[in-house]
């Protein structure tokens, strides 16, 4: 008897951490989507193709590619980055699927971050992106995919900027 009464109480022991949970901390969400997309930024730094092309490049046709946005809501944030998912996912580029896991676990924490500031959950866009993309990779496709790095670099380099500035969706 007396052992169903200790495993009781070793039971209640264990359950003690749970009744003791804290609510996620906003800075601590920002921190970690910071310090990914400057991660994220260092891996692209780091990407072959950045070595074979100026960084200067004017190129015309590569407008359905993000380009020097101000990126101050959490929404646009995750809009710009899910343009930028599916065109790195649709381009034949070499070493970036470990880029494409980092911006979905970068969206993940700006949704989650926007829930618990209490904003509506963003239906995904319908954009002509794909479209766009193959018939100008078609065109010239090294350029294409160092334009949509470099982009993307600059809009990382947004998001860590204006992260810690987020007060609305």
């Given at each position: 008897m007396q052992y169903i009464y200790l495993s009781l109480c070793g039971l209640l022991w264990l359950w003690l951490p749970l009744c003791h949970g804290?609510?996620?901390?906003?800075d601590r969400i920002k921190t970690d989507a910071k310090i990914l997309?400057?991660?994220?930024?260092?891996r692209i730094q780091e990407h072959p193709i950045q070595f074979m092309f100026p960084s200067n490049l004017k190129i015309s046709g590569l407008e359905f590619i993000p380009d020097e946005q101000l990126l101050e809501s959490l929404e646009h944030?995750?809009?710009?980055l899910e343009v930028f998912q599916k065109i790195l996912s649709n381009l034949p580029l070499e070493n970036v699927d470990q880029m494409l896991s980092d911006m979905e676990n970068l969206r993940s924490l700006l949704q989650l971050l926007s829930s618990i500031m209490g904003c509506t959950a963003r239906k995904p866009t319908q954009t002509n992106t794909l479209i766009n993309l193959t018939e100008e990779h078609a065109k010239a496709p090294y350029t294409t995919?160092?334009?949509?790095?470099?982009r993307l670099q600059k809009s990382l380099h947004s998001i860590v900027k204006h992260l810690d500035h987020v007060s609305g969706c």
């Open positions: 804290r609510a996620i901390k906003t997309a400057k991660t994220l930024i260092t944030m995750d809009e710009t995919e160092k334009v949509a790095l470099d």
